[in-house]
């Protein structure tokens, strides 16, 4: 069967890295074991702004697959929205199925708002996906498929299903994703322009799942739950990065060091096994996580960059997001990573919930008197969320193209103690400190 899949950065906005979608790698390796002939249609390195929804279609067609899948971010569902209801005037007869954060979080609405779609996938969808087309080759769309969770389907004009969403529990079952399957040279050969230590760059997911609840933070697709590789299982898998060529790895765990005895073993690991390769920590690590001990260890190893990801310079905007960390930890935990030696970038969030004109300049200055580089975003209610639940009401006629966190000119949600005025000038402040400051940029 072959399988095109585009991958979740299917309309890549121009601040996201290109690198090998894990999320679809996973899936289609999945699919290769179960005997599936997969086939990727990659559109990572096309500008949003220059699609053709047309050789789109064109591109998926003239793979003459059995079975489409399309996985999509809230920002990027309209665009496959249109990629689906091209292919189905096409092909009227093809199977088409979604998958990804945004349908993870919405898989009715998703059914409702695509006629063109019919399944969706919800949560981890390697095993999911796998028993559907099974039962998809041999008996068509059935009642059947109703048994499987995670899995939500059209069946003569009625949506039914299982919204209930699978997180796979043992992580070390499942094949490393199916890089193969992408255009390697090209991710290789891109990654060489990154600001990093060593390239080529590759990146790698290590554990799923965060317990924490943050209410910013969207989690249905991997889950509250935490969920690890085994340090021997991530091993393989860095050596496997280190014969294709790649000389660094960006690891994009939710939470990297969650469970510090894991963190431990794997960098011991890499040191008695010689991984010669160089380490970051892009996602954000939590500053309550880490102490001096477990950083020397990591630095030893191999990490040498370390994102971490602090919201906000205020601890009443802490409080009220349920981040957990205050802002003494944050001033620790910087100071330790400073002290050995790590490249730091702290992650803010402007316009969160509780926030105010007073606390995002108590960032500002946070930020100032740490003197390390920082990045920001604009606080976004994405669906899954706790915040979208709190304000879902008020974004209705909101089109998904506009949940964008890096849409700093055209932002959806203002916090209660704040204007749509104050909010821009305060993001205006930030992009003007961070330039001046020469930071990173977003």
């Given amino acids: 069967m072959r399988l095109p899949i585009p991958p979740y950065s299917l309309v890549p906005v121009i601040s996201m890295t290109p690198l ?9 390796a999945s699919l290769k074991e179960a005997g599936f002939d997969v086939k990727i249609v990659d559109l990572t390195f096309i500008d949003k702004r220059a ?28 665009t496959a929205y249109e990629i689906a209801n091209a292919l189905k005037e096409e092909e009227p007869d093809l199977p088409i199925v ?12 998703t059914l409702k708002e695509c006629s063109a779609i019919d ?11 796998r028993d559907f087309l099974n039962i998809l080759l041999t008996k068509g769309i059935c009642k059947e498929m109703a048994e499987l969770k995670g899995l939500m389907f059209r069946h003569r004009d009625r949506i039914l299903g299982n919204p209930y969403p699978v997180y796979i529990e043992n992580l070390d079952s499942l094949p490393f994703p199916a890089r193969t399957l992408f255009n390697l040279e090209k991710y290789m050969e891109f990654s060489r322009k990154f600001q990093a230590k060593r390239v080529p760059v590759a990146s790698m997911v290590t554990s799923r799942g ?15 739950r935490y969920r690890a590789r085994s340090p021997e299982n991530v091993i393989r ?7 294709y060529g790649f000389n660094e790895v960006q690891i994009v765990d939710d939470n990297f060091t969650e469970d510090r005895k894991r963190v431990f073993e794997i960098c011991r690991l890499i040191k008695e096994q010689g991984v010669d390769m160089s380490f970051d920590l892009p996602n954000g ?21 370390i994102h971490l990801g602090v919201e906000s310079g205020d601890d009443y905007v802490l409080r ?27 992650y803010i969030i402007i316009g969160l919930p509780g926030s105010s004109v007073e606390a995002e300049r108590r960032t500002l200055d946070l930020i100032n008197d740490l003197d390390v580089p920082f990045t920001f975003s604009v606080c976004t209610p994405y669906p899954g969320s706790p915040l979208w639940e709190m304000v879902k009401d008020k974004l209705k006629g909101v089109s998904w193209d506009r949940f964008d966190e890096t849409n700093y000119g055209n932002f959806i949600y203002v916090p209660d103690g704040m204007t749509k005025e104050q909010l821009q000038e305060c993001i205006d402040r930030a992009n003007e400190f961070k330039l001046q400051a020469r930071n990173v940029g977003c």
């Avoid at 399944?119 to 996906?129: H, L, N, P, S």
């Fill in 210 to 224: 965060c317990p924490h609840r943050c209410i910013f933070c969207a989690r249905i697709s991997s889950g509250y």
């Fill in 51 to 78: 699609l053709n929804i047309n050789e789109v279609k064109k591109a998926i067609l003239r793979q003459d697959p059995d079975v489409v899948g399309l996985s999509a971010l809230t920002w990027t569902i309209s």
């Fill in 20 to 28: 090998i979608p894990l999320g679809p790698a996973y899936i289609a």
């Fill in 285 to 305: 690590i939590r500053v309550d996580h880490v102490d001096e001990e477990l950083l020397s260890k990591m630095y030893d190893a191999g990490f040498y960059s």
């Fill in 320 to 346: 009220t997001i349920r981040k957990g960390i205050t802002v003494k930890q944050i001033k620790s935990a910087v100071n330790i990573a400073k002290r050995i030696g790590f490249d730091i970038i702290l």
């Fill in 119 to 129: 399944a969706v996938i919800i949560g981890e969808g390697e095993y999911v996906f």
């Fill in 237 to 243: 898998e860095l050596k496997q990065l280190k014969n």
């Fill in 98 to 109: 979604a998958g990804g954060p945004h349908v993870s979080a919405l898989p009715e609405r």
